[in-house]
């Protein structure tokens, strides 16, 4: 059974960092999987923020290359998101994701979802 458990959220100012993590338990192929994140503001749909291939490429909506790092430990099966110059509009649900084909993934039909970590950011 596949657990996921992500954590790192927060309340931090403009400006300022934070480090989302997802550890996913029962993944034995870990490494053969695509990952990353999506978020989800109210009253918005679900929007992809960045994502990893298996090979380790990785991959950037506008709004986060400069600002995000993704990066995953695949001998602790845990995906990260580096979060830095945090603006008000990045308050959001994070979510991450994973599924055997990146396209899939992005396209918001991964196999594997975590709950969810909350992120404010105040101006």
């Known amino acids: 059974q596949v657990q996921v458990m992500e954590s790192g959220g927060g309340l931090v100012q403009a400006g300022g960092s934070l480090r989302l993590s997802c550890t996913i338990h029962g993944l034995n192929t870990f490494a053969e999987y695509a990952m990353g994140w999506f978020r989800q503001a109210p009253g918005e749909p679900r929007n992809w923020v960045s994502g990893i291939y298996s090979s380790g490429t990785k991959d950037y909506e506008e709004f986060a290359k400069g600002r995000f790092i993704i990066s995953r430990d695949n001998a602790l099966n845990t995906l990260h998101l580096q979060m830095n110059s945090l603006k008000p509009e990045d308050t959001a649900m994070y979510y991450c994701?994973?599924?055997?084909?990146?396209?899939?993934?992005?396209?918001?039909?991964?196999?594997?979802w975590g709950q969810g970590t909350q992120v404010t950011v105040s101006s």
């Open positions: 994701a994973a599924h055997r084909s990146y396209t899939q993934f992005k396209a918001g039909l991964a196999s594997v």
